[in-house]
């Protein structure tokens, strides 16, 4: 990446401030992927070789955010940082959280343990993208594709398959033939998530520049049978994705919902 956007720079002293200690740290997960793709920037993540214990004596102002996952708030320079060790995972008896952490010193064992190629990509103080599953090829085809086995990444966490069409409504990408089927056949574990997991992602699908697409792979996929109170409306589903329409914001999600659901107001209100 010839130019980094402010928000890396500002982020940079903490970057050198690890490797100066003779730990690896990079820019890891939706802020690269959405750089490379100019879209606006949101959270600045950053994953590093240095162990919890390490990221905290080397700054005065930490706060232990997801410490048992290796995630620390570093304060020291005005805003607020998540660092994370590198690190492994196993064990997803609940199909979203790992039972067991283990801390490693590896950036492609990190990076091995992430949703989709796309995600997969780390970027050094410098600019240098680290891409070892074929993130960036993906990224020029626009197509969503698991890390390494799809069941694997699916039956690790569920909610996986709500970000795949999630990701195909916001960046109007293909999802892979692998990982779709992949979806189709776990479709069922998606009713072990908590609901207000599954709204996050329902909303922010139904207002992608490609919504139709992602509700279509909803359908297409069975996810909406496991969807709470969309069970029941495959035919009105349906319309909606033939008919034409564009939502910026929430209400108009559960509006357009409630129309073509002819709900009554006290239906609504139950929804």
Known sequence: MDKIPTEFQEALPILRKIEAAGYEAYFVGGSVRDTLLHRPIHDVDIATSAYPSEVKSLFKRTVDTGIEHGTVMILDHGNGYEVTTFRTESGYQDYRRPDEVNFVRSLKEDLKRRDFTINALAMSESG?????????????AKIIRAVGDPNERFNEDALR?????????????????????????????????????????????????????GLNLAIETNLYKYMPELGNWLAQLQTIVNSHFRLTNEPQVWSLLAFYFNFSAEAIRTF
């Open 128 to 140: 240098q993208i680290t891409d070892l599953f074929g993130g960036l090829a993906d990224m020029d």
């Open 161 to 213: 398959m709500m970000r795949a069409i999630r990701f195909a409504s916001q960046l109007d990408f293909k999802i892979e033939a692998k990982t779709l089927a992949g979806i189709k056949c776990h479709s069922q574990l998606l009713a072990k998530i908590a609901v207000e997991r599954t709204h996050s992602e329902f909303v922010k699908m139904m207002m992608g520049v490609d919504a139709q697409n």
